[in-house]
C-alpha cells in the first residue's frame, strides 16, 4: 500500500441546505485551490466534521468522516483552527 503524506486544512463548506466545518486533506504542498481544481473528484473527504442547518443553525450531526458532493457546494473556504 502506498501512502502519501498529506496537510489538514479547515475548512467551512456551505451547501443549499447546510454549513459543514471539518478537517480536509490534501496533498502536501499543495494549496485549497489545487484540490478544488483536481477535475476528477466528484467528492471531497471530509474528517471531524460538524454539520448545521443554515435556516435554523441547529447542529445536525458530528461525524468523523463525511464526503461531500462537488456538484452540492455554493461556497467553501479555509477557517481558523
Given amino acids: ?3 502519501t ?4 486544512i479547515r ?3 456551505i451547501t443549499k441546505d447546510h454549513r459543514i466545518e471539518g478537517e480536509m486533506h490534501i496533498l502536501e504542498g499543495s494549496r485549497l485551490t489545487d ?3 483536481a477535475k476528477s473528484k466528484d467528492f471531497y473527504a471530509l474528517t471531524a ?4 442547518g443554515v435556516t435554523d443553525d441547529r447542529l445536525v450531526a458530528s ?3 463525511v464526503a461531500v458532493a462537488r456538484e452540492a457546494i455554493t ?3 479555509p477557517v481558523e483552527s
Fill in 49 to 52: 466534521a460538524k454539520i448545521w
Fill in 35 to 37: 484540490a478544488l481544481n
Fill in 75 to 77: 461556497a467553501i473556504f
Fill in 5 to 8: 503524506n498529506k496537510n489538514v
Fill in 63 to 65: 461525524p468523523e468522516y
Fill in 1 to 3: 500500500m502506498v501512502y
Fill in 11 to 13: 475548512v467551512m463548506i
